[in-house]
């Protein structure tokens, strides 16, 4: 059974979190990145493993992050222009439709019934 807040403050072990104590927020996000790029993470991952430290494709991006703050206004700037463009937002979908497939509105006329035995 849990403890109240008081009973827990009561036996000494109920501290109030500071904000020091809380986890990091977390935000989720999505964006787009070149196949080449997107490879790399698979050889970055590798590599880790073979300092034996595996590594999520998160913790690669974080360390990127944290490495590029670290550089210089001018080296952030090169490193920057070193990338290939790539066009910003979503690629589209392939909304080729199957020329075999039919919309069929109700199950009646899926089974060949007449509309009106079904939809009233």
Known sequence: MAKSRKAREAAGTGTPASADDRPAKLVRD???MPADDFALVGVLKGRALQVQRPAKKSE???AGLHALAGLSPQALARALDA????????????RRRDPRARVVPCVAQARGLPFVMCCR
């Open 60 to 62: 690669l991006l974080r």
């Open 30 to 32: 999505s964006f787009t």
């Open 83 to 94: 990338l290939a463009p790539v066009k910003a937002g979503r690629p589209k979908k392939n």
